[in-house]
């Protein structure tokens, strides 16, 4: 275990079901990330939250809703997506916005 | 813009033989480059990173060059094993507040 966890590790849902991810980290870290891996493409940052504020948001899609209650749980709300949004949806940690993150293990997404 | 180039996409070598992955990145400003390793089935785990203020850094069998001037790095494996076998990142810091990463380079090491 990195002291990210992530669950689920796994998830298929429909093009109209709503469901959530979740991240937690136990590192006292200030900034937690969402990152988005497709095959052959880069890491994709898709939302920062710097001491609980959203600092970034990639021009993401609103059918990604990201929500930090506290600087140790981060959630990504997902509803209507798309078959292209199958990804692998990682969440990470960090005490500084560009040093020493720490990843979780994923949540491999399918949408069908 | 901000963009990391990494080559190449995938790397075979064999047992004991040195691995090469090289990154290019466009910011002159960026001044951290770290590297992750991501196995099968895990999420990206830093392994080694360089500032702008030093040009080479080892770790046991890692090093990681800079050419600040070429901007571009490079992550060299010595006496390579299977248990190194995975994708490789590279990555570049974006002002102070981002890294964006390369597309990652599959490497294989056959025993």
């Known amino acids: 275990e990195t002291g990210v966890t992530q669950t689920p590790r796994h998830l298929v849902m429909g093009m109209t079901n709503k469901k959530s991810l979740k991240c937690e980290q136990h590192l006292g870290h200030n900034a937690m990330y969402w990152y988005k891996q497709s095959a052959k493409k880069p890491l994709e940052l898709m939302f920062v939250?710097?001491?609980?504020?959203?600092?970034e948001n990639n021009s993401v899609p609103s059918r990604f809703s990201p929500e930090c209650p506290n600087s140790s749980h981060l959630f990504l709300h997902l509803h209507t997506l798309q078959p292209e949004d199958s990804a692998l949806y990682l969440c990470?940690?960090?005490?500084?916005?560009?040093?020493?993150?720490?990843f979780g293990s994923g949540t491999r997404l399918t949408v069908v | 813009g901000e963009n990391v180039e990494q080559h190449p996409s995938t790397l075979s070598v064999q047992e004991g033989d040195s691995a090469v992955i090289k990154c290019t990145y466009s910011d002159s400003a960026s001044n951290y480059f770290p590297w992750y390793k991501q196995e099968l089935g895990k999420g990206p785990q830093l392994i080694i990173d360089i500032r702008s203020n030093v040009g080479e850094k080892k770790d046991q069998r890692i090093a990681v060059t800079l050419n600040k001037t070429a901007k571009h790095f490079s992550l060299h494996i010595t006496e390579t094993q299977p248990e190194d076998s995975a994708v490789y990142f590279c990555a570049a810091n974006f002002n102070t507040d981002k890294l964006i990463f390369g597309t990652g380079t599959r490497l294989q090491v056959f025993p």
């Open positions: 990470a940690s960090s005490q500084d916005p560009v040093y020493g993150y720490t």
């Open positions: 939250y710097n001491f609980k504020e959203q600092t």
